[in-house]
């Protein structure tokens, strides 16, 4: 699963993107929707990787059951959308370049599956140091 969030975020990089990816997927292990953060590309400050994936999966009855992927630590507002939707489990590529919600998540009853994947940080610690201003501004910091 985590491959398709990596692919998302490459695609989010190429496109000259922050590289953050994710995608949601059913009880079932299929994928209801993937997405990379387009903050830069649409100019919309509310469209993190996993805001895309929710987007794409569409409108359902339910999200209990089903599992966000995402390459990255989601930050307060993502966690936010996994919590009022109630997607019940959350697997993270990597938390070390940025740790944001997931904490608050489990406390909550969500599960967390924190990967710690070597490519994850790779992505972001390149990122981060070919463009801090980006990245900065994506974390909400001056």
Known sequence: MLAVAVEEARMGLASGGIPI????????GSVWGRGHNRRVQDGDAS?????SAFRAAGRRRSYRGTTMVTTL????YCSGLVRQFGISHVVIGEARTFSGGHPWLEEHGVTVTLLD??????MMESFIAERPELWYEDIGQD
């Open 73 to 76: 630590s989601p930050c307060w």
């Open 21 to 28: 990816g994710a995608a949601l997927f059913g009880g079932d």
């Open 47 to 51: 469209m993190h990787a996993e805001t």
């Open 117 to 122: 994947d070597p490519a994850c940080v790779a």
